[in-house]
């Protein structure tokens, strides 16, 4: 408990820093029309005549293959760029404790982010008389998917200084974490149970590490106790992977 | 107390460190100098817990800094290379976050604060962004920063790179006034600072340690050590005088031109060559216009120790 009160600070300091730029608005405000613009006109909201979000929640994983990277580029390829990270490496506190403060602030923006979609949640109800328990359980899912795609960028943001490296990799594996384990990317590599270098339950397990399935049981309503294990799991794992990362890549 | 053992660093399989031992105790400011590249912010960042050394081990006040890091870093306050600062802060939001994450908080962040606020002069500045502010002002906050929680080491990586004469001359009061009961250690590319402040300088070069002694120690190295600069009245040198000048010189001293077109009369021994130069002068029958002794020049030591074609 000694770390909480130093973990509230860099927390602080943390958004403090995002909303000292226009760009943490600009992320805001872009994030709020692809949201718009992916239900609306690509999703045809109108058209399908039905009160609920199921399409606005469709696209959360697409968006944020685009704007979690964006978020979590900067979160320590910023520090090994400004030389900050030797000041805050040096300070006698334990690195753990900055990498999850650092965490969680990003995860509060992109929740702040979230909650900014409200509009949509006001028009559905305005329209017609949604399930809203579905509603909660799917933000409740969008929320933990953040949460995991952040996790990892910032892991992946500890390996360079330089923002744009941290942007693309992160991009990169994003994008096969939320496609492993759908069939269509298995169909685009041929694959075949009997001519293919991995045999079936290898593919099914590495299947299961992908993030999609475990998002859509909540935005199908349901809160299942593996699923929020799985994010929670992700979120450690990446943290600590990060951890290690900020000890052993250092200059000499 | 300090104390390096055995240091050994290598990266990438190149040797950066080796076998570097050197302690310290309260009340010593070491000037720690060395060409670009010998190994000087490595070993500094080592010290300071940053990087891992690849063998040996540095204890301060006790503490091992690799197995016991947090409580080792508890007594030092560094200064990085280049004085690193988060640049959209304010100087005070900067160090009350410094503060708080070095568990200072309400009342005793607080006191921290407006202590190194006016020890380093930041008062009127204190509500700036840090990147508006001057590179002096700048390093002066990054030099607060290591300030904050009083430590008992300060480990400072080029503290007065880029300031100008006067801020230079601010900085080096405030170590002075600092290093009673402090261990100081200061990396510098500038010798006279060394003069002027430390008692201890270490020389090292390709990652070892060359020299380990006080200044004035430290000066008998050099080839001008008690030399005497003897201006002729009437006479201006040239090298066929020198070189017969050279013949008839006692043994202990060696002949050299200067620069002014005077006489270098150089000890061999570094002892004292007052009373041989006096007898010489004589016995030739010159007169000498001007009789000083040369202030030996540390830059001159330590291109002797370190400069290799």
């Known amino acids: ?252 | 107390m300090l104390i390096v053992n055995n240091l050994h660093k290598s990266f990438k399989k190149k040797d950066i460190l080796q076998d570097i031992n050197f302690s310290l105790e309260e009340g010593e400011v070491l000037g720690f100098i060395g060409p670009n590249g010998a190994g000087k912010t490595t070993t500094m960042r080592i010290l300071t817990g940053f990087l891992n050394p690849s063998s040996g081990n540095v204890s301060i006040m006790g503490y091992d800094v690799e197995t016991q890091k947090e409580q080792a870093q508890r007594d030092i306050g560094y200064l990085p290379e280049g004085a690193p600062l988060y640049g959209e802060m304010t100087v005070k939001q900067f160090l009350l976050f410094i503060a708080n994450i070095r568990n200072l908080y309400g009342i005793d962040a607080t006191n921290a604060l407006n202590n190194v606020l006016s020890q380093f002069n930041l008062i009127e500045v204190q509500n700036q962004i840090i990147e508006t502010l001057s590179k002096g002002y700048k390093r002066r906050v990054a030099f607060a920063q290591a300030m904050l929680h009083n430590p008992k080491i300060l480990i400072l990586d080029e503290p007065t790179d880029g300031l100008d004469p006067n801020q230079k001359y601010e900085v080096h009061s405030l170590i002075k006034s600092l290093s009673k009961d402090k261990i100081i250690i200061i990396s510098t590319h500038i010798l006279e600072e060394v003069k002027s402040l430390c008692s201890r300088v270490i020389i090292i070069n390709n990652g070892t340690l060359i020299a380990d002694e006080s200044p004035s120690i430290l000066k008998k190295r050099s080839r001008y050590y008690n030399c005497l600069k003897v201006t002729l009245a009437y006479l201006s040198v040239d090298t066929q005088m020198l070189n017969q000048l050279s013949q008839n010189i006692p043994k202990n001293i060696e002949l050299e031109i200067s620069y002014d077109n005077s006489l270098l009369f150089i000890s061999k021994s570094k002892d004292s060559i007052y009373k041989d130069v006096e007898e010489f002068l004589i016995s030739k029958n010159l007169k000498a216009e001007k009789v000083t002794s040369e202030d030996v020049k540390l830059d001159e030591v330590f291109r002797q120790l370190t400069y290799s074609k």
Not at chain 1, 34 to 52: K, M
Not at chain 1, 55 to 84: C, D, N, Q
Not at chain 1, 117 to 122: A, E
Not at chain 1, 163 to 172: F, V
Request: proline fraction near 4%.
């Open chain 1, 1 to 252: 408990m000694q770390y909480l009160n130093p973990c509230i600070s860099i927390i602080k300091r943390e958004l403090m820093s995002y909303f000292s730029t226009t760009i943490a608005y600009l992320f805001l405000i872009i994030s709020l029309i692809l949201f718009g613009v992916l239900t609306f006109y690509i999703g045809r909201f109108y058209e399908r005549g039905q009160a609920d979000l199921e399409v606005f929640f469709f696209f959360h994983p697409w968006v944020y293959l685009i704007l979690i990277p964006a978020v979590s580029m900067r979160i320590w390829a910023e520090e090994h760029k400004h030389g900050t990270i030797e000041l805050i490496m040096t300070l006698a506190i334990p690195s753990w404790v900055f990498v999850v403060g650092k965490f969680i602030a990003s995860w509060l923006f992109v929740l702040l982010a979230l909650v900014l979609t409200f509009p949509m949640w006001i028009t559905v109800n305005y329209l017609g008389s949604p399930d809203n328990s579905v509603i909660f359980t799917s933000y409740l899912g969008s929320f933990l998917m953040s949460g995991s795609l952040l996790a990892m960028g910032s892991a992946i943001s500890a390996s360079t200084k330089n923002q744009i490296i941290a942007l693309i990799l992160a991009m990169i594996i994003s994008f096969f974490t939320i496609l492993i384990s759908t069939p269509d990317i298995w169909d685009f590599f041929s694959y075949q149970e009997d001519n293919f270098i991995l045999n079936n339950w290898m593919v099914s397990s590495i299947m299961s590490i992908g993030i999609l399935p475990h998002y859509q049981n909540f935005s199908r309503g349901l809160i299942v106790l593996n699923d929020v294990i799985y994010f929670l799991s992700f979120i450690i794992f990446s943290l600590v992977a990060n951890i290690v990362l900020l000890n052993t890549k250092k200059p000499a």
